[in-house]
């Protein structure tokens, strides 16, 4: 119940009565006084689910409202697919994708043999589980063959690879489970639970045509909450009926409850499962999530800078340091390469003999970011400092270049571009330099650089920082010995 607060008596803010009208409370007479419900519609013949919510005010009758926070977005604004946010497959003259200017297709070629697959997969991981709040997945699609027997299409949030429709977790969508049936599944654990079978060809009050045609575009929305997962589908008018849903709180299998997922990327995925007599064709338009509920509106940063989960801690629940600075640890002392890390924490202490100029790019160190974990870093800083230690710098100056890197899936610094691998995002972070004739104890200028516009590196990625010393001279008894620190937030 919602209530005024201003030091009178405390008076109801509003309510619905018997015939679905709301009443807003503007005198302590009880009768006209009440909860306020809001629903998709106020007929009781309405197939709509009504969420009941209060209406809060603050001392200053100021009303309180929940905010959707928009968690993804894919708006397909470009003819490729982004390997900044998805990895895919296709297989040539079989199944294949065809990105344009909002639109993405998933197609099965004419004559494509059984067994193919065309899909996308996110990076990022999105948490399906805040509590008192919705995730929502909304979409709009268009299916070629709605009926047919020739594919498995699925959409949702899905942990798996592309091809593995028995051993995947997640809460999406079966467009086809192959046989041409629609419904909503629920994985996890190896235990599978499916909603009611949707019937594409009703037409709903008030439509004037089916639920999902073939070929017509239609919108979508998959609604995971603590204890339900429904889909909603909705016309060319954006009017929305609930097609589907699992109530998953009178599962005797506790596991099943989609608040156990945690997180899962967003994947589409459609194979064939039968000879491909003609063209198939699973059209997407804009994608997006968000979380709407009480808590979400809140900064996805917060939850883990303020449980402790800082960037020099792991996402593990031992929190011990990522980086070398281990009580009496010694640097490690580096074997510079281009293509493999001798340190493999994420910063720390570290020690390196002089060498020769050269416009050849080192690591320094290497963390990865574990696909089993559920969070990225989102990285704020990074600091660098350095001494020389051992001799005196000789013969030519030494002069070194310092960069981050972030978002490639593999160790070394020229792993390339690909639909199944990702190279570096790099970052320039500053030069340092020591003059000939530079003494034991002599510092380079202390590297603190803050990244006004944060860079995110996801799970299943790594975080480096590398150098470049253009200038130097390769003396075995001169050592500089630094440290590097990374400073950010483990966000989901």
């Known amino acids: 119940m919602s209530t005024f607060e201003d ?3 405390k008076q109801e803010l509003a309510r619905v009565n018997a015939t679905f009208q709301a009443q807003v409370g503007l005198s302590s007479n009880s009768e006209v006084n009440g909860l306020l419900a809001l629903g998709s519609a106020w007929n009781k013949t309405s197939n709509g689910t009504i969420i009941a919510r209060e209406v809060e005010a603050d001392t200053l009758r100021r009303l309180r ?6 968690l993804f977005s894919e708006p397909w604004l470009t003819s490729t697919v982004s390997t900044d946010k998805w990895s895919s497959i296709s297989e040539p003259f079989q199944a294949s994708l065809y990105p344009s200017p909002g639109l993405l297709d998933l197609v099965l070629e004419a004559d494509a043999d059984s067994g193919y697959t065309a899909g996308i997969r996110s990076y990022a991981p999105i948490p399906i589980m805040i509590p008192e709040t919705e995730i929502v997945l909304a979409f709009s699609a268009s299916y070629s063959h709605v009926g047919g027997n020739q594919s498995r299409i699925n959409v949702g949030f899905i942990a798996a690879d592309f091809t593995d429709f028995n051993f995947d977790e997640g809460v999406y969508v079966r467009f086809n489970d192959g046989t041409g049936g629609m419904d ?10 499916y909603s009611n079978a949707i019937d594409p060809t009703v037409v709903p009050p008030g439509w004037s045509s ?3 045609p073939s070929n017509t575009m239609r919108h979508y929305r998959i609604v995971v909450g603590l204890s339900y997962v429904s889909l909603w589908v909705g016309n060319e008018n954006l009017e929305f009926v609930r097609a589907a849903s699992i109530d998953t709180s009178a599962y005797p ?4 409850k989609p608040t156990t997922l945690y997180f899962a990327p967003i994947m589409l995925r459609m194979r064939s499962v039968a000879y491909i007599a003609s063209q198939v064709t699973f059209r997407v338009g804009c994608i997006s999530v968000y979380a709407r509920g009480h808590f979400a509106s809140l900064d ?43 340190l493999t924490d994420m910063g720390g202490r570290f020690q390196f003999n002089a060498i020769a100029g050269a416009e050849t790019d080192y690591i320094v160190c290497a963390y990865a970011l574990t696909n089993s974990s559920d969070l990225g870093l989102l990285i704020r800083g990074v600091r660098v400092d350095l001494v020389n230690t051992g001799a005196a710098v000789a013969t030519n100056p030494t002069i070194i270049e310092w960069f981050l890197c972030y978002g490639s899936t593999g160790t070394s ?15 320039y972070l500053g030069v340092q330099s020591f003059v000939v004739g530079a003494v034991i104890g002599s510092v380079g200028q202390a590297l603190d650089a803050t990244l006004d516009a944060p860079v995110y590196a996801p799970p ?19 050592i500089f010995r630094g440290a590097a620190s990374v400073i950010g937030d483990w966000v989901s």
Do not use: M
Request: proline fraction near 4%; aromatic fraction near 4%; hydrophobic fraction near 30%.
């Open 7 to 9: 030091g009178s008596p």
């Open 65 to 70: 409202v929940d905010k959707d926070t928009l």
């Open 184 to 193: 909503i599944a629920l994985k996890h654990n190896t235990n599978a639970v």
């Open 210 to 212: 089916a639920l999902i």
């Open 253 to 256: 299998f506790p596991v099943l």
């Open 300 to 342: 996805r940063s917060v939850p883990t800078s303020v449980s402790g989960r800082s960037a020099s801690q792991t996402q593990h629940t031992t929190y011990k340091s990522t980086a070398n600075l281990g009580d009496g640890t010694t640097p490690t002392s580096l074997t510079l390469s281009n293509t493999t890390a001798t």
């Open 413 to 427: 610094l020229a792993t390339a571009e690909s639909t199944s691998t990702k190279a570096d995002r790099r970052v």
């Open 460 to 478: 299943g990625s790594y975080i480096k920082i590398g150098c470049r010393v253009f200038s130097g001279a390769a003396t075995g008894s001169e």
